[in-house]
């Protein structure tokens, strides 16, 4: 194992005490350990507030300033984070508005997320929880009970971040976040697997002609192994899954603030189909460079011109990764006016930033 690092207990805490030195716009705290905003609490916003294992940055907390998160939680490497850091995190940022937690649909965060709930309720602050499920990969896996969350999470954050903002109030920022859920859809590969730094090895391993298709972001089993294809043929597979992935219903779990209780709902997402337009994401796993990304989004759009489907906006490079892992992933999630004027609207992050 080759890897910047000094002790594999300290990674977490001594990547944590070099962003704070690097970005004194944020608030790091490192016991229990989350990431914030440096104005908060915000007074009359609603604080989004996310988080999941490290290992996938920039996401969460590279996310983190004006337009886009409160607060981030980070947990071990592809860990979870615990219940008192979001609770800690939720108390730090959040005003008269509440406290919005965005959670990928992996076992572990739904949980912790939905323990933080409770006890943040608990304490008067008004809460909703929601959750993202993109990945055509699979409805079910190791981690997940349904789809797993990936890289529509990037594009619900700043979306819903902007609509904080700009003064959304909590349940309008929840159902605009179910629905740009609703509309994304991705699909990742593997290159090489990647090495957390607590194991010392590759997380699985893969042939010099191999490939997988469908991985996840822990390096999850994927759909399928097959030999070395170019660059188009690899987008083609993924792009024809996305755009071929066809109805998908499944029962959510979501808090009911008015009745102080957990409920089930039955969501429906329709494919995308010609005529839609989409913002599209072409994500690095880790390893990738940038020039590859850059001819995957090539084959990306032509393949959704000639399915009729227009980009109206994009995104190439490394948001939502995985370690070091060489591969790629493409999200496509469809668009509306309000959508894509929040989209718009300027960010001030780490790692993404534009309008100021």
Same mark, same amino acid.
């Given at each position: 194992m080759k890897k910047l690092i000094n002790a594999v207990d300290h990674v977490i805490t001594e990547q944590l005490e070099g962003?704070? /030195?690097a970005h004194p716009e944020l608030k790091i705290s490192l016991d229990p350990k989350y990431i914030a905003r440096a104005d908060a609490p915000l007074t009359d916003k609603v604080a989004v507030i996310s988080g999941g294992g490290s290992g996938h940055e920039p996401m969460h907390g590279g996310f983190v300033g004006v337009g886009m998160l409160a607060a981030a939680c980070p947990g071990e490497v592809f860990t979870s984070p615990t219940p008192d850091q979001m609770y800690a995190a939720a108390h730090a940022v959040a005003g008269t508005a509440g406290v919005l937690f965005v959670v990928k649909n992996y076992t572990g965060d739904? /949980?912790?997320?939905?323990?933080a709930a409770e006890m943040v309720h608990d304490d008067g602050i008004k809460v909703q929880n929601v959750l993202v499920d993109d990945d055509v990969a699979v409805k079910d896996s190791l981690y997940t009970a349904g789809r797993r969350g990936v890289g529509t999470t990037v594009i619900l954050e700043k979306v819903v971040g902007a609509a904080a903002e700009a003064g959304y109030d909590l349940d309008q920022c929840a159902e605009l976040a179910r629905r740009v859920n609703s509309? &994304? $859809?991705?699909? &990742?590969m593997a290159l090489t697997s990647c090495t957390v730094p607590a194991v010392g090895k590759p997380t699985f391993t893969l042939g010099a002609d191999e490939i997988e298709i469908g991985i996840g972001i822990h390096g999850e089993p994927g759909q399928y192994r097959t030999t070395m294809k170019t660059a188009d043929e690899i987008t083609t597979t993924l792009v024809n899954a996305i755009l071929d992935d066809g109805e998908y219903r499944r029962m959510l779990r979501e808090w009911d603030r008015g009745n102080a209780m957990w409920i089930e709902r039955e969501v429906i997402d329709t494919p995308l189909v010609a005529g839609?337009?989409?913002i599209a994401l072409v994500n690095s796993m880790g390893g990738t460079p940038q020039s590859e990304l850059y001819a995957v989004y090539r084959k990306l759009a032509a393949l959704c011109?000639? $399915?009729g489907i227009r980009i109206l906006r994009? /995104?190439? &490079?490394a948001y939502i990764t995985s370690l070091e892992m060489q591969g790629v992933s493409i999200t496509l999630v469809k668009t509306d006016s309000e959508i894509l004027s929040m989209w718009d609207a300027p960010v001030k992050t780490p790692a993404l930033r534009w309008g100021f």
């Amino acid at each position: 194992m080759k890897k910047l690092i000094n002790a594999v207990d300290h990674v977490i805490t001594e990547q944590l005490e070099g962003m704070a /030195l690097a970005h004194p716009e944020l608030k790091i705290s490192l016991d229990p350990k989350y990431i914030a905003r440096a104005d908060a609490p915000l007074t009359d916003k609603v604080a989004v507030i996310s988080g999941g294992g490290s290992g996938h940055e920039p996401m969460h907390g590279g996310f983190v300033g004006v337009g886009m998160l409160a607060a981030a939680c980070p947990g071990e490497v592809f860990t979870s984070p615990t219940p008192d850091q979001m609770y800690a995190a939720a108390h730090a940022v959040a005003g008269t508005a509440g406290v919005l937690f965005v959670v990928k649909n992996y076992t572990g965060d739904v /949980l912790n997320f939905e323990t933080a709930a409770e006890m943040v309720h608990d304490d008067g602050i008004k809460v909703q929880n929601v959750l993202v499920d993109d990945d055509v990969a699979v409805k079910d896996s190791l981690y997940t009970a349904g789809r797993r969350g990936v890289g529509t999470t990037v594009i619900l954050e700043k979306v819903v971040g902007a609509a904080a903002e700009a003064g959304y109030d909590l349940d309008q920022c929840a159902e605009l976040a179910r629905r740009v859920n609703s509309y &994304g $859809r991705s699909l &990742g590969m593997a290159l090489t697997s990647c090495t957390v730094p607590a194991v010392g090895k590759p997380t699985f391993t893969l042939g010099a002609d191999e490939i997988e298709i469908g991985i996840g972001i822990h390096g999850e089993p994927g759909q399928y192994r097959t030999t070395m294809k170019t660059a188009d043929e690899i987008t083609t597979t993924l792009v024809n899954a996305i755009l071929d992935d066809g109805e998908y219903r499944r029962m959510l779990r979501e808090w009911d603030r008015g009745n102080a209780m957990w409920i089930e709902r039955e969501v429906i997402d329709t494919p995308l189909v010609a005529g839609d337009e989409v913002i599209a994401l072409v994500n690095s796993m880790g390893g990738t460079p940038q020039s590859e990304l850059y001819a995957v989004y090539r084959k990306l759009a032509a393949l959704c011109q000639s $399915r009729g489907i227009r980009i109206l906006r994009s /995104l190439v &490079g490394a948001y939502i990764t995985s370690l070091e892992m060489q591969g790629v992933s493409i999200t496509l999630v469809k668009t509306d006016s309000e959508i894509l004027s929040m989209w718009d609207a300027p960010v001030k992050t780490p790692a993404l930033r534009w309008g100021f």
